[in-house]
């Protein structure tokens, strides 16, 4: 009985398998850690993005209130609802309630410790439930986020 070359068994050795799961693995050692960076990364523009909307919004208030930023107590109702000039809220457009919103809703922090991540409450400082820092008298707010670190080693507190 004569083989011919093509009835031989077909398959893969020992050894062109090693070298397909080597390459791949090097593959994955190289891509999974700049996939993780990306993510973070997306996390740092996300907050960037977040604080420009809410200082835009504040200064949008400002402008239209003679300068004067809104209250830490009312700042939520404040920049989602219209507004008379004296900055007394409400959930319709009246004869004297004609500024605003401001902004749609506020947007829950991105980053940050399991205890603000998520949140979106605005205070004077860090308590249950809030999510970014607001200082009345300068109209500043910035992330609640402590002690916790972009990419760059930057302090998400100091966007």
Do not use: C
Not at 64 to 75: D, M, Q, R, S
Not at 142 to 159: H, I, M, V
């Amino acid at each position: 009985m004569n083989r011919s070359p093509i009835a031989r068994n077909p398959g893969f050795s020992l050894l062109e398998v090693v070298l397909v799961v080597a390459i791949i693995a090097i593959l994955a050692a190289i891509g999974i850690p700049r996939m993780s960076l990306g993510s973070r990364g997306a996390n740092d523009s996300a907050v960037g993005g977040d604080l420009a909307v809410l200082r835009n919004a504040i200064d949008l208030y400002s402008a239209e209130h003679g300068g004067a930023f809104p209250t830490t107590a009312n700042i939520v109702a404040q920049l989602t609802k219209y507004t008379d000039i004296a900055g007394a809220t409400s959930d319709t457009k009246t004869t004297t309630h004609i500024y605003g919103p401001y902004i749609r809703n506020i947007p829950a922090l991105p980053v940050g410790p399991d205890a603000q991540k998520g949140n979106s409450g605005i205070a004077a400082s860090d308590a249950p439930g809030v999510g970014w820092l607001y200082t009345e008298a300068s109209g500043k707010i910035n992330a609640n986020t402590g002690t916790t670190k972009d990419n760059q080693q930057r302090l998400y507190s100091e966007y």
